[in-house]
């Protein structure tokens, strides 16, 4: 298949953006944003898809770009784009290698990656801005093999339109190669807009006090408790950037109102919300945990009955939280 083809097979599947990109070492850069010392749960990413894929030629960054929740909502909406990406990306895999193509989900340092390919901004929050998608993407890497006769120089499909300057350029906002709309220089929205003070204007993100950071893990220690408001993540960052300013916001639909209701989660019914964030991120107990801390933060006194239910459970990170949210409603 050529890459159009394969483009246009990616954005059937949802992804606003595909890149293909050259198979290159990526541990000498990544290393280099590292400082030598990459964090532990970065250990397992590929670091040289040309050797580890022999096999693969390109490969491609598929970008999910989603459209967030209100400020104010707590529910997940980054986890949920992402959820749905991945299971976009296996069906397009399986398409791929239906066709005969050597197709493997990679996970890479995209960071790394992006710097390599010389593709959007790195921004002071260490997220990627990718124009004209912001930093509102989940991102996923395949290595596949190209036709050797489709030449390959590092482009952008997006809309079905081949953003390299040589073919066309019809996007709002996109011009050849991938231009930096901003640069965070100056600016401190997104470090004034932080509740837990993790970005600092000069270093850019702290991430021992990012609350992304623990948001995958069972137990909440109480300092994130106080300041988390979203189920899962906090997206406070993204959404104050002027990067993002061009996406708009989304309401929820009755089913994903329904899967991350506060009550249901209280009473460990989290079958509908995992079917939408992915049995990785709605392991343990980690929803019905949060959801008492949620529930605590919105002042939802008529959950205290069925927080204070919880505060003996047998799981500590759900009787901690519960603990916390009691204490909390009941001053
Ligand atoms: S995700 Fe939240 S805690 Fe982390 S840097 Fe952004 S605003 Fe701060
Ligand atoms: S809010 Fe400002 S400093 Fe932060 S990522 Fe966006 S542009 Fe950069």
Redesign the pocket.
Same mark, same amino acid.
């Given at each position: 298949m050529t890459r159009k083809e394969i483009a246009a097979l990616a954005h059937a599947r949802g992804f606003a953006g595909v890149f293909f990109l050259r198979p290159t070492n990526l541990a000498p850069i990544w290393l280099t944003l590292c400082r030598g010392a990459c964090p532990p749960h970065t250990q397992g990413l590929c670091l040289n898809p040309a050797l580890a894929h022999p096999a693969a030629n390109c490969v491609l960054l598929l970008v999910r770009a989603y459209t967030p929740f209100a400020a104010e909502s707590y529910l997940p909406g980054y986890y949920i784009a992402s959820n749905a990406g991945y299971f976009a990306v296996k069906a397009l895999i399986r398409t791929l290698a239906a066709q005969g193509h050597y197709a493997r989900h990679i996970e890479v340092p995209l960071i790394a990656l992006a710097r390599q390919a010389n593709i959007g901004t790195l921004c002071k929050? +260490?997220l990627l801005d990718i124009p004209p998608f912001g930093t509102r993407t989940a991102l996923f890497t395949v290595a596949i093999d190209l036709a050797a006769s489709d030449t390959l120089a590092n482009d952008l499909i997006a809309n079905n339109v081949i953003a390299n300057g040589a073919i066309a350029n019809g996007m709002t906002g996109v011009a050849a190669p991938y231009p930096v709309r901003h640069n965070c220089a100056g600016c401190r929205d /997104?470090a004034d !807009? /932080?509740? +837990?003070q !993790?970005?600092d204007p000069a270093a850019g @993100?702290l991430a021992h006090?990012? @609350? $992304?950071?623990f948001m995958e893990k069972d137990a909440l220690p109480p300092w994130v408790m106080a $300041?988390v408001t979203g189920l899962l993540? /906090?997206? $406070? /960052?993204?959404a !104050?950037c002027r990067r993002n300013r061009h996406i708009g916001i989304r309401q929820a639909t009755g089913a994903e109102s329904a899967a991350f209701d506060l009550k249901r989660l209280l009473w460990e019914n989290i079958a509908p919300a995992r079917s939408l964030v992915g049995k990785n991120m709605a392991t343990g107990k980690r929803l019905t945990a949060q959801a008492a801390v949620i529930a605590a933060h919105r002042k939802r006194t008529d959950l205290l009955p069925d927080i204070k239910r919880l505060t003996t459970h047998e799981h500590p990170a759900v009787r901690h939280a519960a603990i916390w949210a009691r204490n909390r409603l009941d001053q």
């Amino acid at each position: 298949m050529t890459r159009k083809e394969i483009a246009a097979l990616a954005h059937a599947r949802g992804f606003a953006g595909v890149f293909f990109l050259r198979p290159t070492n990526l541990a000498p850069i990544w290393l280099t944003l590292c400082r030598g010392a990459c964090p532990p749960h970065t250990q397992g990413l590929c670091l040289n898809p040309a050797l580890a894929h022999p096999a693969a030629n390109c490969v491609l960054l598929l970008v999910r770009a989603y459209t967030p929740f209100a400020a104010e909502s707590y529910l997940p909406g980054y986890y949920i784009a992402s959820n749905a990406g991945y299971f976009a990306v296996k069906a397009l895999i399986r398409t791929l290698a239906a066709q005969g193509h050597y197709a493997r989900h990679i996970e890479v340092p995209l960071i790394a990656l992006a710097r390599q390919a010389n593709i959007g901004t790195l921004c002071k929050n +260490a997220l990627l801005d990718i124009p004209p998608f912001g930093t509102r993407t989940a991102l996923f890497t395949v290595a596949i093999d190209l036709a050797a006769s489709d030449t390959l120089a590092n482009d952008l499909i997006a809309n079905n339109v081949i953003a390299n300057g040589a073919i066309a350029n019809g996007m709002t906002g996109v011009a050849a190669p991938y231009p930096v709309r901003h640069n965070c220089a100056g600016c401190r929205d /997104c470090a004034d !807009a /932080c509740p +837990a003070q !993790a970005i600092d204007p000069a270093a850019g @993100l702290l991430a021992h006090k990012c @609350l $992304r950071n623990f948001m995958e893990k069972d137990a909440l220690p109480p300092w994130v408790m106080a $300041r988390v408001t979203g189920l899962l993540g /906090c997206e $406070r /960052c993204m959404a !104050a950037c002027r990067r993002n300013r061009h996406i708009g916001i989304r309401q929820a639909t009755g089913a994903e109102s329904a899967a991350f209701d506060l009550k249901r989660l209280l009473w460990e019914n989290i079958a509908p919300a995992r079917s939408l964030v992915g049995k990785n991120m709605a392991t343990g107990k980690r929803l019905t945990a949060q959801a008492a801390v949620i529930a605590a933060h919105r002042k939802r006194t008529d959950l205290l009955p069925d927080i204070k239910r919880l505060t003996t459970h047998e799981h500590p990170a759900v009787r901690h939280a519960a603990i916390w949210a009691r204490n909390r409603l009941d001053q």
